[in-house]
C-alpha cells in the first residue's frame, strides 16, 4: 500500500486482485517449495512471486528481471516497502540476455510475448540455469485448438486493445516445443492445467533437474 493517501494505489488493489482470485501463485507455490536454491524470476513484473514466497517463509534469494523498466521501479518499491531481503530487480530483456544464475526459475505468463524463435532460444537459456535439485516453473497458455485456447487468445487482443496490456502476444507455443528444449537440456517436464475458475487454458509446466548422487 503506498504511504501517501493519494499516492499511485492502482498496483495495490491490481496485486490484491490477482493475488486473491487467481490459480497462478497457489499451484506455482506448491511446484517450488521443494525446489532447491536462488530464484531467478524471468519477467516479473512488479515482483508479485517474491512477495508471495516471503509470506510462504521462503527466504530464499531472489532476482526478477523484467524489460519494462517502470515495473521494475515499482517492485523496487513495492520491495523495500515489505522489507523483503534478498530480493533484487534488474531490467532486462530475456529474448537477448539472462544473468548468471544457479538454482531454481520461474517463467510466469511471459512465453506467448516472445516470437517462436526467441521463446526456444529463452527456454534453453532458463534450463541451463537450473541446477541439481532445482526446478524451472513455467506459466502458459498452450496452443492446442480448444475452447479454453480461443478464448485465451480473444481475451489476450482484447486486453491489448484496451490498453490493459501494453505488449501483444507473438505466439503461443504447443506443448512439443515447450517439452523439447526442457528435456534436451536434461530436465524432466511435467505440465499439468492450472485452469482454477477461469476460462483461460493455463498450464503449469515444472521441469525438475535430478539432485547430484
Ligand atoms: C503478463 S506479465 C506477467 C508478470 C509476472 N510474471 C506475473 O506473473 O505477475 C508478462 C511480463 O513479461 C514481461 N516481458 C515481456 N517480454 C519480455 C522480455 N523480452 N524480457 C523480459 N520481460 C519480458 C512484461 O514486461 C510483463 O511484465
Redesign the pocket.
Known amino acids: 500500500m503506498p504511504a501517501q493517501r493519494f499516492g499511485n494505489r492502482r498496483d495495490y488493489y491490481y496485486s490484491r486482485g490477482k493475488l486473491g482470485s487467481d490459480p497462478?501463485y497457489p499451484g506455482v507455490l506448491a511446484a517450488l517449495l521443494p525446489a532447491r536454491g536462488a530464484l531467478l524470476d524471468?519477467?516479473?513484473?512488479l515482483g508479485?512471486l517474491a512477495h508471495v514466497l516471503r509470506q510462504a517463509d521462503q527466504q530464499r534469494p531472489y532476482l526478477g528481471?523484467?524489460?519494462?523498466a517502470d515495473?521494475i521501479a515499482r517492485a523496487r518499491r513495492a520491495a523495500a516497502r515489505a522489507a523483503l531481503a534478498e530480493t533484487r530487480f534488474d531490467t532486462?530483456?530475456?529474448?537477448a540476455t539472462l544473468p548468471a544464475h544457479h538454482g531454481s526459475v520461474a517463467l510466469?505468463?511471459?512465453l506467448q510475448?516472445?516470437p517462436a524463435e526467441a521463446q526456444a532460444g529463452l527456454l534453453q537459456a532458463a534450463a541451463a540455469r537450473v541446477a541439481p535439485g532445482g526446478r524451472l516453473v513455467i506459466r502458459t497458455t498452450l496452443a492446442d485448438n480448444s475452447g479454453r485456447d480461443r478464448t485465451t487468445r480473444i481475451t489476450d487482443m482484447l486486453a491489448h486493445l484496451v490498453g490493459w496490456m501494453g505488449?501483444r502476444p507473438r505466439h503461443y507455443p504447443d506443448a512439443a516445443s515447450v517439452r523439447a528444449p526442457l528435456e534436451a537440456a536434461g530436465l524432466q517436464p511435467q505440465m499439468t492445467p492450472l485452469y482454477g475458475n477461469t476460462p483461460f487454458n493455463n498450464w503449469l509446466v515444472c521441469a525438475e533437474r535430478a539432485a547430484a548422487g
Do not use: F, P, Q
Open positions: 497462478l524471468i519477467g516479473c513484473g508479485l528481471v523484467d524489460i519494462d515495473k532486462l530483456d530475456a529474448s510466469l505468463d511471459v510475448y516472445l505488449t
